[in-house]
């Protein structure tokens, strides 16, 4: 009998050991790896071990799990999340929050990968959760040697990251850009709210580039730049139910500039609101490029004292430019761009400008109920065009150069 009952806690000990086992290999909690979670001490170590932990787990069971508990707050350094990770999917789970350091001279180092947060050749990646992620921008906005030295940093950047889902997070105060995503496949982005001044400079909500079949939706995005960018590269590009303010619109570019070849394509807004934005639907290049913007469209777009309600600009040339902004003859091309079903007010008089390079101009534009008027009662609201090409029907605001 005794003999029996001492097989049977010996067989009890190695069950229990192979249950922590598997749970090991399922979830990876920070805490768990010397992570403090004070928002003071630097965790920037127990999440690089937790990542590895993860990226090199078996995949048992369910989807491995990097888990930042609730009511925490992990202070970090820039990381970098390196694949390809051994489990076919990953999944990452903010429930607490992170922050990066408060002040410029508190970062050890300028990331060499343009971002605080990295990923890196992660296929398969589900990040999501309750949590917030800070980047403390305001010391570099204040800051201009700093601003100018990290003009492409991204507060959460993903590179070759096919397969990728990104929900539920809030997201504030980047240093710059709130999340980049680059060279990805087949992404998804939804139900996230990223917040930050009107006045931050390049704050901008999300930047696409050299990306294909991306889904953005059901967000709010209010910074101090773009809400949405979509840069060279970018193709089949659907955004719908955003609300946009502040911020600088959703843009297509800018495209074309240092004579660059750049190309987007295949882009769908629709059922997206401007609240106050500098800008509303607008496409941008430079002078001098080449490639094109196409098959572009913008549907059930509602506005409320947004300036530059639609707006194609040409002859964009930003503040911080050190080339010349002389007329050039080579343009980025633009065509086949609709406008359709915009309601409400826009901030500014000139509610539409297709301000269009003459070679080779805007082609086949196309409008249709197009109901704007005034933020301010009785104030008229006019268009202006050159070089562009197409039709207008159903149009509060006559566009001259387009056909109705």
Not at 182 to 188: E, R, W
Not at 199 to 216: A, K, L, M, R
Not at 294 to 302: A, G, L, Q, S, Y
Not at 329 to 351: K, L, P
């Amino acid at each position: 009998m005794q003999d029996r009952l001492v097989s049977l806690l010996i067989f009890s000990i190695v069950l229990s050991g192979l249950i922590d086992i598997a749970y090991s290999e399922k979830t990876f909690d920070v805490l768990n790896y010397r992570a403090v979670g004070d928002g003071e001490a630097d965790d920037s170590e127990a999440f690089v071990n937790a990542w590895k932990a993860l990226c090199g787990a078996d995949e048992v069971g369910d989807v491995p799990t990097l888990v930042v508990p609730k009511g925490k707050t992990f202070l970090l350094q820039p990381i970098e999340f390196e694949g390809p990770c051994r489990p076919k999917r990953v999944h990452i789970q903010f429930l607490g929050n992170v922050v990066a350091p408060k002040t410029v001279d508190a970062w050890k180092e300028c990331p060499s990968s343009n971002a605080w947060l990295q990923f890196t050749n992660v296929a398969n990646l589900t990040l999501d959760g309750s949590g917030t992620i800070d980047g403390q921008g305001s010391s570099w906005w204040s800051n201009s040697i700093a601003n100018q030295y990290i003009s492409f940093i991204n507060a959460l950047h993903f590179d070759r990251c096919n397969n990728l889902r990104l929900s539920g997070l809030t997201h504030v105060n980047s240093p710059k850009a709130h999340i980049g995503i680059n060279h990805c496949i087949n992404v998804d982005v939804s139900h996230l709210t990223i917040i930050a001044p009107a006045e931050s400079p390049n704050t901008d909500g999300i930047d696409i580039s050299n990306s294909i079949s991306v889904n953005i939706h059901d967000s709010f995005i209010g910074t101090g730049d773009d809400c949405i960018a979509l840069s060279s590269g970018s193709s089949n590009i659907n955004i719908t139910n955003i609300a946009c303010g502040p911020g600088h619109g959703i843009s297509v570019g800018s495209l074309g500039k240092n004579g660059a070849h750049e190309t987007v394509e295949n882009v769908y807004v629709r059922d997206c609101s401007f609240n106050g934005t500098q800008n509303g639907a607008r496409i941008k290049t430079w002078q001098g490029g080449s490639g094109y913007a196409k098959n572009i469209v913008f549907e059930k777009i509602t506005l409320v004292a947004a300036e530059n309600p639609i707006i194609i600009d040409q002859f964009y040339c930003d503040a911080e430019a050190k080339l010349s902004c002389e007329n050039q003859t080579s343009a980025v091309t633009v065509s086949d761009v609709r406008y359709i079903d915009f309601q409400g007010t826009s901030g500014s008089e000139e509610a539409i400008k297709l301000n269009c390079n003459q070679i080779p101009g805007c082609q086949n534009i196309v409008m249709e109920e197009i109901h704007i008027t005034s933020a301010v009662p009785s104030k008229k609201i006019y268009a202006s065009c050159s070089h562009a090409k197409g039709t207008c029907n159903d149009s509060t605001v006559p566009v001259p150069c387009l056909d109705k």
